[in-house]
């Protein structure tokens, strides 16, 4: 199957700097919603991907498909076509045309209808019929629509069969007055389409190429056309504008939230909860408010997530508590661990079972084994500890030199004291103690008493005091007549 995306149009409205169909949604650029349901639907077997009709924009859409198929090789297949200046969805799919295998029928979707179903496209697809080539039918998505207004009409005659489409700007009031729309997604017969797009005039109200004016050329031709809705709105609602980007980004969050909830997940308010990615979730996860979840995330059975928190591309075990405001990102965290609140784990923080990171802790590229804990104000960074570690507040591991990063080793059953310093590269010998305020810049033997730490002295000392403190003896006088004579 041939699949076109038309995304070359400017999208005035959104007042923006980037082309529409790169603002996103949920995190992603609207055109990789589509991108991967086209994939989806379209199947590994198929010689050629989807065709990405580009104008508007056109180098940074080419550069956004560079990339994302170099994160994801399926996006290798995208190919594109130019549409230099956007006279009309008929003349942007005209653009592709060159491409198009006749053999096989054409499904036209747009870049900035992002959340059309799979269910729905192959729903459509196979309405065309599947037979090879010209002879599929025509199929149209529609949708009935209280406020129909923007959108094209389908004209059907007194037996219910279209006849056409007609675009509001064309519409007579009578037309206007049809609830049933066209979504501009549809399947065609591609050989028949090379010949109704040529046909195409501009003699209409934008002065445009209506692609919907194939519709009139395909009932005169005798091919069948056939029409079909989506279960939802929101899968044929596109985005013009920011506020229509917004209500959309609410209606898959809440999506989103709802299937969570299905599966067995407490959302605390399904309406405050931002999945910008994948969120895969044991039973009895309960998520509290305002937590934004990035990238690809995990998180086992029975884990408590409390409020606003951020986790991106982790892996969160079984029954572990995040509370609020901690900030996750690249991390393992093992199963009854606790962490948080205000901390912090970066990239490379792996932590083992039941593992204790309290406030204003961060970790990053580290191991952390079973039982250990920092629970207030530290750093540790390039890392490896051991078990039942217990690293004191305000201690850091000074891993980097100015120029290059150093690794800390702290073995099974360390106590470190608070405020203290590993200038590493550094070794703590197993069920050594470090002294508070030690600054560590050679290994600790293990089981001994390690401090770095000037000697305590007391004296005999006059702490100074201020002399004006002296005159105020005076106690009557009135605070008024203060400094004047
Ligand atoms: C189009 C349909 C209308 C339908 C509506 C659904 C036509 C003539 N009209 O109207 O029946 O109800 O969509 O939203 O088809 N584009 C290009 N090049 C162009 C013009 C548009 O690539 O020259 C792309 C846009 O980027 C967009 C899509 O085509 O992705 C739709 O264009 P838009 O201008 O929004 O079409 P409408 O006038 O809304
Ligand atoms: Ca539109």
Redesign the pocket.
């Known amino acids: 199957m041939n699949i076109v995306i038309?995304?070359?149009?400017q999208g005035k409205r959104m007042k923006s700097a980037l082309p529409k169909v790169l603002q996103t949604l949920a995190g992603k650029p609207l055109l990789q919603h589509v991108l991967n349901t086209a994939l989806s639907i379209q199947g590994k077997g198929s010689k050629q991907g989807p065709i990405v009709?580009v104008?508007h924009g056109a180098a940074d859409v080419k550069e956004f498909l560079a990339n994302v198929s170099k994160a994801d090789p399926a996006f290798g297949k995208v190919s594109t076509a130019l549409?230099a200046e956007?006279?009309?969805?008929g003349?942007?799919l005209l653009q592709a045309l060159p491409k198009l295998d006749p053999q096989e029928p054409t499904l036209v979707l747009?870049?900035?209808v992002p959340l059309t179903s799979k269910k729905t496209l192959s729903k459509l697809v196979k309405l065309a019929d599947g037979v090879r080539g010209k002879d599929c039918a025509l199929a149209l998505l529609t949708q009935n629509l209280t406020n129909p207004s923007?959108?094209?009409r389908i004209v059907r005659d007194a037996d219910g069969s279209v006849q056409g489409?007609v675009?509001e700007k064309d519409a007579s009031l009578t037309q206007k007055a049809i609830k049933e729309?066209?979504?501009?997604i549809m399947v065609l017969p591609t050989g028949s389409l090379k010949k109704w797009l040529k046909a195409l005039r501009s003699s209409n109200a934008q002065g445009?190429y209506?692609?919907?004016d194939v519709i009139a050329m395909a009932v005169k031709d005798g091919v069948p056309i056939r029409t079909t809705q989506a279960d939802d709105e929101f899968e044929i609602v596109?985005v013009n504008s920011r506020d229509q980007l917004a209500v959309l980004e609410r209606v898959h969050q809440l999506n989103i939230a709802n299937q969570l909830m299905d599966a067995g997940v407490s959302l605390a308010d399904p309406a405050r909860i931002d999945v910008r990615g994948s969120l895969e979730c044991g039973t009895d996860v309960s998520i509290d408010v305002g937590c934004v979840f990035e990238g690809a995330v995990t998180v086992a059975a029975g884990t408590k997530i409390g409020p606003y928190c951020v986790i991106r591309n982790s892996v969160i075990g079984k029954g572990v508590t995040i509370h609020a405001y901690s900030h996750i990102d690249g991390a393992k965290v093992g199963q009854q661990s606790i962490i948080g609140p205000y901390a912090r784990l970066r990239p490379g923080a792996d932590l083992a079972n039941d593992v204790h990171i309290g406030n204003f802790v961060e970790v990053k590229n580290s191991k952390i084994a079973a039982n250990s804990k920092a629970n207030h104000l530290a750093y540790v960074g390039d890392s490896i500890v051991g078990s039942r570690v217990n690293i004191g507040a305000g201690t850091i591991t000074c891993n980097y030199d100015g120029v290059n990063k150093h690794q800390t080793i702290i073995e099974d059953d360390v106590f470190i004291g608070s405020d203290t310093q590993l200038v590493a590269p550094v070794r703590v010998g197993r069920g050594a103690t470090l002294g508070a305020g030690t600054t560590l810049t050679k290994d600790a033997p293990p089981n001994q008493l390690t401090v770095s730490r000037a000697k305590q002295i007391s004296l005999q000392w006059q702490r100074p005091v201020k002399k004006e403190k002296k005159i105020t003896a005076k106690k009557s006088a009135p605070k008024s007549a203060k400094g004047k004579k």
Do not use: P, R, S
Not at 6 to 9: I, K, Q
């Open positions: 038309l995304a070359a149009g009709v104008g549409q956007q006279k009309g969805t003349h942007a747009y870049g900035d923007g959108y094209g489409i675009e729309i066209n979504t501009g445009e209506y692609l919907t596109g």
